[in-house]
């Protein structure tokens, strides 16, 4: 049984082809990466996969169908989307640098304020143990009168 075709080819490339060219408003508009998309994307395995999904995923917004099998991807979508997912990156190692330091530091104020606890403690240790010997010094002078 033969199928109707509702669209001619050129109604069909109109509707389903991505410019070559589109205003910087366009492309932020259609290729923008939403926080839910991106934790979906950030499962994903490996830079390159990474990538790919996410430009899978902004193809079904615009221009609403997925990427075909040999299709070739027009650069600045592949520039627009790699700078957002770069940028997710970079903050996520940012996140964890400053983290690490925070421990870190922590860290050396709980080592620097033992040290200064330990000294305390043995200053005073010192003091109560010349105290004590002059003390037993004075015991035993009174014992021997």
Do not use: W
């Amino acid at each position: 049984m033969k199928t109707r075709e509702l669209l001619t080819v050129e109604q069909r490339e109109y509707f389903y082809e991505v410019p070559e060219h589109m205003d910087e408003r366009e492309i932020l508009r259609y290729y923008t990466i939403s926080d839910e998309e991106l934790q979906i994307i950030n499962k994903q395995r490996g830079a390159a996969n990474r990538l790919g999904f996410a430009i899978q995923i902004t193809y079904l917004r615009f221009p609403g169908r997925p990427l075909s099998a040999n299709e070739k991807v027009p650069d600045f979508i592949v520039h627009t989307i790699a700078k957002q997912l770069r940028h997710a990156t970079l903050m996520a190692f940012l996140i964890h640098i400053y983290a690490f330091l925070t421990d870190q530091g922590i860290e050396m104020l709980e080592k620097l304020m033992g040290r200064m606890f330990n000294r305390g403690e043995k200053k005073l240790k010192d003091h109560f143990q010349k105290d004590g010997k002059a003390i037993n010094e004075k015991v035993r002078l009174y014992a021997k009168v």
